[in-house]
């Protein structure tokens, strides 16, 4: 089979030079119808350099340059077969040949592949003319072709090429061999020029696709990184407020300072909250930013119907439990105040402390925010915590100053007691020389008349009547009880009946000594002399409606109905005296301790 190789062309002249010289060189060789023969294959090559190199996709490449070798050959039938190794793409270019042919053209490419990886010292930019007027015998071309060549762009590109017998009839000398060579050579040109082409396409489009990608992810970044900034500044902001809260003890102040932290976290220009004390029925209002008379007004009628139509479930609180709700803007707008807040929430400390909170004009906020609506809600846990901390503190305070007054009181009463004891020595002194006095008289008169014994009464009555109103101990010349309401009484039957069930708290009115002497079992001492210090200390949360039992007298003072008496002054509901007292009690063989 005669086979002719193309020249090297990566290291060989320029294909237009050698386009110009083989002119030159037809001209000067070959007579008239030759030479135009030869003007005609050079024309038809410059044009399908011309063509080919204004496209830059391999197929369009492929493509064009089957039409156009096969119109200047001049033949109806053309193939091409292209693949390449290293992306493993095949392309077939099929004209005027049957389409079945298609099936089996993959094989010839399979044997040029071969062929490549037998004979590894190929080279590249080689052309092989390996069928010229003959049917082509390498399996899987067509029969009718009556040339094919091999074309090797690279180690990886490579393909075969063949065309059918020419129109006219006439068949394939050595000049079509030639034109046939010099077009291929064309052809892997303008098809290295095309993939390179298609190279830096790819790479350009990966490179946008790849700017796209990181210009997404940059802004992704820069969200994340908003985010990141505003969560630390909510974090930042919580444990400002926690600490500054912290140190305060003082619910007033406490207030303005959370206000102010609140208000420059949203940075809100207006802000309000009140904390209302339902059982003193007394409000701490704390406002800032609004003018003079636009500052919202609250008092404890409006803030009751407020509370009462947020306390519904899930607002009521467990036991002991601090709670608080971020209010809607329907709720906000239910307090008809001159401007609704933009964020508010309502809270409580326990069943006695209430409290609502608002801001509103902030600059700077966003309604979608998740971090944004979990922030007041985490500003109001601390505070809380703070505001119950304050008021024990205050309560705390309140109670050591009533202490320190109760204590100076009872110091004044022991100074009294102490002064009296001192004129009772006197007076027992003076009593002791009287009575001296009268025994010396009486043995020295030896008789005495009926006048003498009622001058020594009176003188003794006046004696003792001066005594009692001088003593703080002393005794009433009349019953204080005289002037109250009669207790009601129970009798001993039904007080062991409520003592056995112990439906009542039994109280012994008596003086401690006596009490620590002997006592109704389970009673506890509330001596009258020491009442409002012993109540406030131990009997002052005591249920109003619960059933007190009071005992204790003597023949000169009714201690227990004037124990009942300010039991009942202090709200006591049943309060009743026990008719006989321990004496009865201990009677009916009752127990008693010690």
């Known amino acids: 089979m005669d086979q002719r190789r193309a020249p090297n062309l990566s290291v060989g002249p320029p294909l237009q030079a050698s386009i110009e010289a083989s002119a030159e060189v037809s001209r000067d060789s070959f007579g008239e119808s030759f030479g135009n023969r030869r003007a005609f294959q050079l024309d038809a090559l410059f044009e399908t350099v011309s063509e080919l190199s204004r496209l830059?996709?391999?197929?369009?490449?492929?493509?064009?340059?089957?039409?156009?070798?096969?119109?200047?050959?001049?033949?109806?039938?053309?193939?091409?077969?292209?693949?390449?190794?290293?992306?493993?793409?095949?392309?077939?270019?099929?004209?005027?040949?049957p389409e079945s042919d298609k099936e089996r053209l993959p094989e010839a490419v399979q044997s040029v592949s071969a062929k490549v990886r037998d004979e590894g010292g190929m080279l590249s930019r080689q052309v092989l003319v390996v069928v010229i007027n003959e049917s082509p015998e390498k399996p899987g071309l067509p029969e009718p072709l009556r040339v094919v060549v091999e074309w090797y762009l690279d180690e990886h590109r490579f393909g075969v090429l063949g065309y059918g017998?020419?129109?006219?009839?006439?068949?394939?000398?050595?000049?079509?061999?030639?034109?046939?060579?010099?077009?291929?050579?064309?052809?892997?040109?303008?098809?290295a020029s095309a993939s390179v082409n298609e190279t830096i396409r790819g790479l350009n489009e990966k490179l946008q696709a790849r700017n796209t990608e990181l210009q997404r992810a940059l802004l992704d970044s820069q969200d994340i990184q908003a985010r990141l900034d505003r969560r630390y500044f909510h974090f930042k902001s919580i444990c400002d407020t926690t600490r500054e809260l912290s140190g305060n003890l003082?619910?007033?102040?406490?207030?303005?300072?959370f206000l102010l932290s609140v208000m420059g976290t949203f940075s809100a220009q207006r802000g309000f909250i009140v904390l209302w004390d339902r059982r003193e029925d007394r409000l701490e209002i704390a406002t800032r930013g609004f003018s003079d008379g636009a500052a919202p007004s609250f008092d404890a009628q409006r803030l009751d119907a407020v509370f009462r139509s947020l306390l519904h479930p899930p607002f009521v609180p467990a036991q002991g439990e601090k709670h608080y709700q971020v209010l809607t803007y329907d709720e906000l707008q239910s307090l008809e105040l001159a401007e609704t807040p933009q964020v508010g929430a309502a809270f409580l400390v326990d069943e006695n402390w209430y409290g609502l909170a608002g801001i509103g004009n902030c600059l700077a906020r966003s309604e979608d925010d998740q971090a944004e609506r979990e922030l007041l809600p985490a500003l109001l846990q601390g505070f809380l915590v703070s505001l119950d901390n304050a008021l024990a503190f205050e309560t705390i305070e309140n109670l050591n100053s009533d202490l320190l007054r109760k204590n100076a009181e009872l110091q004044q009463t022991l100074d009294e007691l102490r002064q009296s004891r001192q004129t009772i020595s006197l007076l027992e002194a003076a009593a002791?020389?009287?009575?001296?006095?009268?025994?010396?008289?009486?043995?020295?008169?030896?008789?005495?008349?009926?006048?003498?014994?009622?001058?020594?009464?009176?003188?003794?009555?006046?004696?003792?009547?001066?005594?009692?109103?001088?003593?703080?101990?002393g005794i009433s010349l009349l019953p204080e009880t005289w002037a109250q309401p009669r207790p009601d009484y129970i009798d001993v039957a039904w007080a062991?009946?409520?003592?056995?069930?112990?439906?009542?708290?039994?109280?012994?009115?008596?003086?401690?000594?006596?009490?620590?002497?002997?006592?109704?079992?389970?009673?506890?001492?509330?001596?009258?002399?020491?009442?409002?210090?012993?109540?406030?200390?131990?009997?002052?949360?005591?249920?109003?409606?619960?059933?007190?039992?009071?005992?204790?007298?003597?023949?000169s003072r009714r201690y227990d109905e004037q124990v009942a008496a300010k039991l009942k002054e202090r709200g006591m509901v049943n309060v009743r005296v026990m008719e006989g007292g321990l004496r009865q009690w201990q009677r009916n063989g009752l127990p008693v301790e010690p």
Do not use: W
């Open 432 to 473: 002791n020389r009287f009575s001296s006095l009268l025994r010396t008289e009486t043995l020295r008169i030896k008789q005495v008349n009926l006048f003498d014994c009622l001058a020594l009464a009176l003188v003794s009555l006046v004696l003792a009547l001066v005594f009692n109103a001088s003593s703080p101990g």
């Open 56 to 97: 830059t996709d391999p197929v369009e490449v492929m493509e064009a340059f089957v039409l156009m070798s096969m119109g200047a050959l001049g033949t109806a039938q053309g193939l091409l077969v292209a693949q390449d190794r290293r992306s493993g793409r095949q392309h077939l270019v099929l004209r005027g040949l």
């Open 165 to 191: 017998s020419k129109v006219n009839g006439s068949a394939y000398d050595h000049q079509d061999e030639d034109f046939v060579l010099q077009l291929v050579t064309a052809f892997m040109d303008a098809l």
């Open 250 to 257: 003082h619910a007033k102040t406490l207030l303005s300072s």
């Open 496 to 555: 062991r009946l409520k003592h056995e069930s112990q439906g009542a708290l039994f109280l012994d009115a008596r003086p401690t000594e006596f009490f620590n002497q002997s006592h109704i079992a389970g009673a506890e001492n509330l001596p009258l002399n020491l009442f409002d210090f012993v109540y406030s200390m131990r009997f002052a949360m005591l249920d109003p409606e619960k059933d007190v039992i009071v005992y204790g007298r003597n023949i």
